[in-house]
């Protein structure tokens, strides 16, 4: 069974849009939710991360969304830019002695000028 | 740079192969992991290990074996592949402080071909 869900699997969105990437999930033990951006041929980079205890936290144009009651939380990427087009990652963990992250499936964003 | 190497970047082998992929990390961190990722599949955590000790092991095929001799090296050895073994294996480091949510930086990745 899948922890986490997202969508949608690729997005096309216009320079300056807005891009938006959504994240479900069961597990109400999950208490750290990061995002990852990963480029072609590179690993997977932590872009920003939320603690439940907040309903948002924004880091520049990067916004993490969190909705407890839904179990649901999204990325927003604020005036997009080509140099954003990469593959983003929603993951979650809970607290362990072992950090075992649960990811996405992944969304693929390209920015077209 | 993350900190995080893997090698060698890419690696084709025969199913009836021996091969080793390596990671190194420089962050002096004491957890490292090792995932596979598939297209259109979510990062499969495979091992994981915490102060040299392996804490996780995720029902991974016996065909990859890892090794931790130390906090800063990772070795993932590989015999006996299928070609649905092929996909991009990442490794990756954490302070491992034990509340769950130490960021994970990652190496670049082996891309691995079996045929």
């Known amino acids: 069974q899948q922890q986490v869900k997202q969508s949608p699997q690729s997005l096309i969105v216009q320079k300056g849009g807005i891009s938006i990437i959504n994240c479900a999930y069961e597990?109400?033990?999950?208490?750290?939710f990061p995002w990852y951006q990963q480029f072609p041929g590179k690993g997977p980079a932590l872009l920003i991360a939320?603690?439940?205890?907040?309903s948002e936290k924004k880091e520049g144009r990067f916004t993490i969304s969190f909705n407890k009651s839904a179990k649901q939380f999204s990325l927003h990427i604020m005036d997009s830019q080509p140099g954003d087009s990469a593959t983003y990652f929603c993951?979650?963990?809970?607290?362990?002695?072992?950090?075992?992250?649960?990811f996405g499936t992944g969304t693929r964003l390209t920015v077209i000028p | 740079e993350t900190g995080v190497t893997q090698t060698p970047r890419h690696l084709v082998m025969g199913m009836t192969n021996k091969k080793s992929l390596k990671c190194e990390q420089h962050?002096?961190?004491?957890?490292m992991y090792w995932y596979k990722q598939s297209a259109k599949k979510p990062l499969e955590l495979m091992f994981v290990?915490?102060?040299?000790?392996?804490?996780e092991n995720n029902s991974v095929p016996s065909r990859f074996s890892p090794e931790c001799p130390n906090s800063s090296h990772l070795f993932l050895h590989l015999h006996t592949l299928q070609p649905e073994d092929s996909a991009l294996y990442l490794c990756?480091?954490?302070?491992?402080?034990?509340?769950?949510?130490?960021?994970?930086?990652f190496g670049p990745g082996t891309r691995l071909l079996v045929l």
């Open positions: 990756a480091s954490s302070r491992a402080q034990g509340d769950g949510q130490e960021t994970q930086y």
């Open positions: 597990n109400t033990a999950f208490d750290y």
């Open positions: 939320i603690r439940p205890d907040v």
């Open positions: 993951a979650a963990s809970w607290q362990t002695g072992a950090n075992n992250l649960f």
């Open positions: 962050l002096g961190h004491n957890a």
């Open positions: 290990y915490n102060f040299k000790e392996q804490t």
